[in-house]
């Protein structure tokens, strides 16, 4: 049963030591982000589930290499083989100060909304107290100094997905289009269909605690819980 | 032995100088895009010490779109004025289109330099068909004016030589003079900052092929991001970075600012030993 559930962005710059010095806007975010998991542990959880892109759906190892070297090589910092995927290493390094069993499941990123909802429903129905940690962000179109410059209907769908994060709107989630999202170069969409099914059993109240795109992605931090009858 | 145009390189450093025809290029903002203010920039690099000219019809990042028609308005034409000016000189047209290529071509230029790494295959082919020179870019598989976003490497500088001595040896197999083949790493084209540093600390990697290295180092991002300073202020950053990828062996520079860069070039030979010091007394009375 899952218990308490957050997201927060898959950036690769909120891996330790991305930014080189420290960068107030990303400081920002992950200040945020470190609150949402440390409410979704603070419920009392015999476990965290991190769900987050993936070449392929399936669970990572927990102590597999970071990124970092790949994403950032620098003298001490190579690349490593076997290195997790970018959004399962962000979900790790937030949850590094909480001594909590974590199972890193990846969701391949193009997994279409049943094969998500299939996946969700396997993590909603485990048994104990599960936390789950969603991985994922938004559009990358959003202005002509964003990574994928301008597509006019990026601004549209990324409010919409911020709405249905901070309303916990299930059924929006589910309904969200995968190839307008991979056109958007919306990343989160497969997991959040995951977080969708997976939380499907109960009916929660959404509080974000970051919406922004301070460089030109669409970023939330968000935090489900139980609503209380 | 790298040939350019009529030159026979040897040893030197060579400085290409950046000449856009663009509105919309990030350092300058469309300051040389009329015809005059750029003859007058071409007179102020060549005096400052430039070999070669690199002349541009689109700016790299994205932006509104310009056609083959427009790009070979904006160049072809301003090729043959300054072959016309300067016989000697080495031109090259900053391209990646096959069609532009040979317009600038017919017009005079000496090097086509694919900046966007072999997108259209068609540009060796025009190398190889005028007997020009061809700059062989890693562009980390990204189409043409795109960003690089969230990309990663098992390793870049691999990837980087793979890349472009996979370019280098098609060149070749197509027609393409061996001896007028560059490669570039393609400094934050589909890279980081800390791929560009990376590419930057092992550039003699590179220079290991047997290639001769060309470096585009000139104000962009990843100076800039390490150093934390807009685009106006990397001058110095960029001169540093290129000292070091002159200490490990790169032949050209790609540059906005040729006369601090000529004094960096000369100044690494000398310590290297391969330019004779201008005038050492001290002491030696």
Not at chain 1, 143 to 168: C, F, M, Q, W
Not at chain 2, 252 to 269: E, I, Y
Request: aromatic share 4%; net charge negative; proline share 8%.
């Amino acid at each position: 049963m899952i218990v308490a559930a957050c997201c927060v962005p898959q950036a690769p710059l909120l891996l330790p030591g991305l930014t080189g010095g420290p960068v107030p806007e990303v400081e920002e975010l992950r200040a945020a982000a470190l609150t949402a998991v440390e409410t979704v542990v603070g419920r009392g959880v015999d476990e965290i589930v991190v769900v987050g892109g993936a070449p392929h759906t399936r669970p990572y190892p927990s102590d597999a290499p970071t990124p970092a070297g790949r994403l950032a090589p620098a003298p001490g910092r190579p690349p490593q083989p076997g290195a997790l995927p970018v959004p399962l290493a962000v979900g790790r390094s937030l949850l590094s100060g909480h001594p909590v069993p974590l199972i890193l499941q990846g969701v391949d990123e193009h997994a279409s909304p049943g094969d998500g909802r299939d996946l969700g429903l396997e993590i909603g129905a485990r048994p104990g107290r599960t936390g789950l940690v969603v991985v994922g962000d938004g559009g990358a179109r959003r202005g002509e100094k964003a990574p994928g410059y301008v597509d006019p209907r990026a601004l549209d769908v990324d409010a919409s997905i911020g709405d249905a994060l901070t309303r916990a709107d299930l059924a929006a989630l589910v309904a969200l289009d995968p190839g307008l999202c991979d056109d958007l170069l919306i990343r989160g969409r497969a997991a959040w269909q995951v977080m969708a099914a997976a939380a499907r059993a109960r009916s929660w109240t959404g509080h974000t605690l970051y919406g922004d795109a301070p460089f030109g992605v669409a970023y939330w931090v968000v935090t489900w819980l139980p609503t209380t009858p | 032995m790298l040939r350019l145009g009529r030159r026979a390189v040897g040893e030197d450093l060579l400085i290409m100088a950046i000449v856009n025809r663009t509105p919309d290029s990030f350092y300058d903002r469309g300051a040389t895009f009329a015809r005059e203010e750029a003859l007058r920039r071409v007179d102020e690099v060549v005096a400052e010490g430039a070999d070669i000219v690199d002349i541009g019809g689109v700016k790299a990042a994205p932006g509104s779109e310009v056609d083959a028609r427009e790009e070979i308005d904006r160049t072809a034409s301003f090729v043959a004025e300054v072959r016309e000016r300067y016989p000697e000189l080495i031109i090259s047209v900053d391209t990646w289109r096959g069609e532009v290529g040979r317009e600038a071509c017919r017009a005079g230029a000496d090097l086509l330099n694919d900046a966007w790494g072999g997108a259209d295959p068609e540009l060796a082919e025009v190398a190889a068909e005028f007997g020009v020179g061809l700059v062989c870019t890693h562009a980390g598989g990204l189409p043409p004016r795109t960003r690089p976003h969230r990309i990663e490497y098992d390793d870049v500088v691999a990837d980087v030589i793979a890349g472009t001595t996979a370019l280098a040896r098609r060149a070749v197999s197509v027609g393409v003079d061996p001896e007028r083949i560059l490669i570039d790493p393609g400094h934050d084209f589909g890279k980081n900052t800390w791929h560009s540093l990376e590419v930057t600390r092992r550039l003699e990697e590179m220079v290991a092929t047997g290639w001769p290295v060309l470096v585009s180092l000139s104000n962009k991002d990843f100076v800039g991001e390490a150093l934390g300073v807009p685009v106006d202020q990397r001058v110095v950053g960029t001169l540093a970075v290129t000292a070091v990828c002159a200490w490990q062996g790169a032949r050209v520079f790609r540059a906005h600012n040729v006369a601090p860069t000529r004094q960096v070039l000369d100044m690494v030979a000398v310590t290297r030993g391969v330019r004779e010091p201008v005038r050492t007394v001290r002491g030696l009375a």
